[in-house]
Each structure stands twice: as structure tokens, then as C-alpha cells.
């Protein structure tokens, strides 16, 4: 089975500046990692995800996570945040065989202030 | 292309009652997967189905059951419900690969039931 840790419940963060969310997953076998973004009274929409090759992977609105198969992290990175990046992230893994089975870590809850 | 969609967006119901829930997958999809999101939680996989049949299943009581139909929506029926049903459900459709691969889920906005 798979598990996964997102290591801050709540992150509070000024504008413009960087933010980091923390990823642990555990599994046996290989995995795919995702991070999910949910905006307020909405469903989840993918931000990322790393299937294979280079481990950074980057979204098209500035955010960008490293697989590190070592310390089994997927870590996610923004370098600049808007007002608009408030929402909260999961961070999600699947097996390679498991026809798409998510689980998900308990989410961050992210919150940029003016 | 409407992408998921969900029905209804809300519902409340009491303990001991039954509930449907049901979604339309994203155009050219085949697999639909269920999920509870239960408050300040992250979303669990209840099952998914694929040509109609339930091809995984997540560690949820017989409770809960499904249904796939030939166009690919699906519902979630949940009987003798609890209190701690109370959740936001999330449909996810997808399309099989040919080769296997993963093919990404993409969610609908969810169906939020409250169980008094």
C-alpha cells in the first residue's frame, strides 16, 4: 500500500514571496507523483506531475516540484506567490499498474497575504 | 468541451436514508473514479469503474456501490447512511491508454452531502 505525508497542514505566506510544500510518500513499488491544486468550493485541478525522466517537473503558472526517489519527496516550489496561488494542494501518488488509483496526502493549506 | 460534471452540487439528507450521486465524464473518457473528501482531509478513493464493471475498489463498506453505464456516467449509491458520510464526493474521469500508461484524471467540482 501507499502512503503520503504532506508535512504542513497550513502555511501561511507573504505576496511575492517563495513558498515550499512538503511532500513524503511511502510504497514498495514505483509510484507516480502528482500535486493537485483545490480552490475554494471547487474540485481539484492537476498542477504537475512526474511520470518519468527528469526529475523537475514545472506547471505553467511558475510552480515546479523535484522528485527525489532517495528520500522518497516530491517536493513543491513556487518562487513568487500571487494573492491568487491561496487555495489548498494535495500532493498524490499512483502506482504504475493501479489503473489510476489516487491516494492523497492530507493537503496544505496555503494562504498569501497582501 | 464541458469537462465533469456532477449532480446534484448539494444535498442533505438524515441517518438511515439512501443517496444518489451521479457524473457525466469529460467527452471521449471511459473510467470514472469516485472519491470522499472528508473535511480538512484529502480525498479517498472509493472505487472506479471501466466498461461498466468495477475494476478497483477502495476500503469503503458495501455501503457504498456504483454503477457504470453504456456512455460512460456513473453513479454512487450510498445506503443506511451515518453521520460520518458527510463529505464533498468527487467524481474523476480518465481515459484508458493503449499502452498501459497513466492518463490524467480530471476532476468534477464535487457533490458536497450532509448527513443530519
Known amino acids: 500500500a501507499q502512503s503520503v505525508t504532506q508535512l504542513d497542514s497550513q502555511v501561511p505566506v507573504f505576496e511575492e514571496a517563495p513558498v515550499e510544500l512538503r511532500c513524503n510518500y511511502s510504497s514498495s513499488v514505483s509510484v507516480y507523483l502528482f500535486w493537485y491544486v483545490q480552490y475554494p468550493n471547487q474540485g481539484l485541478q492537476l498542477l504537475l506531475k512526474y511520470l518519468s525522466g527528469s526529475t523537475l517537473v514545472e506547471s505553467i503558472n511558475g510552480f515546479e516540484a523535484e522528485f527525489n526517489k532517495s528520500q522518497t519527496s516530491f517536493h513543491l516550489r513556487k518562487p513568487s506567490v500571487h494573492i491568487s496561488d491561496t487555495a489548498e494542494y494535495f500532493c498524490?501518488?499512483?502506482?504504475?499498474?493501479?489503473?489510476?488509483?489516487?491516494?492523497f496526502g492530507g493537503g496544505t493549506r496555503v494562504l498569501v497575504k497582501p | 468541451d464541458a469537462g465533469v460534471t456532477q449532480s446534484p452540487t448539494h444535498l442533505i439528507k438524515t441517518r438511515g436514508q439512501q443517496v444518489t450521486l451521479r457524473c457525466s465524464p469529460k467527452?471521449?473518457?471511459?473510467?470514472v473514479s469516485w472519491y470522499q473528501q472528508a473535511l480538512g482531509q484529502g480525498p479517498q478513493f472509493i472505487f472506479q469503474?471501466?466498461?461498466?464493471?468495477?475494476?478497483q475498489r477502495g476500503n469503503f463498506p458495501d455501503r457504498f456501490s456504483g454503477h457504470q453505464f453504456p456512455n460512460y456516467s456513473s453513479e454512487l449509491n450510498v445506503n443506511a447512511l451515518l453521520l460520518g458520510d458527510s463529505a464533498l464526493y468527487l467524481c474523476?474521469?480518465?481515459?484508458?491508454?493503449?499502452?498501459?500508461?497513466?492518463?490524467?484524471?480530471?476532476f468534477g467540482p464535487g457533490t458536497r452531502l450532509l448527513v443530519l
Open positions: 467527452s471521449g473518457h471511459d473510467t
Open positions: 469503474y471501466y466498461e461498466e464493471e468495477e475494476r
Open positions: 498524490a501518488v499512483s502506482r504504475k499498474a493501479a489503473g489510476n488509483k489516487l491516494t
Open positions: 474523476a474521469s480518465s481515459s484508458t491508454s493503449p499502452g498501459g500508461g497513466w492518463e490524467t484524471q480530471y
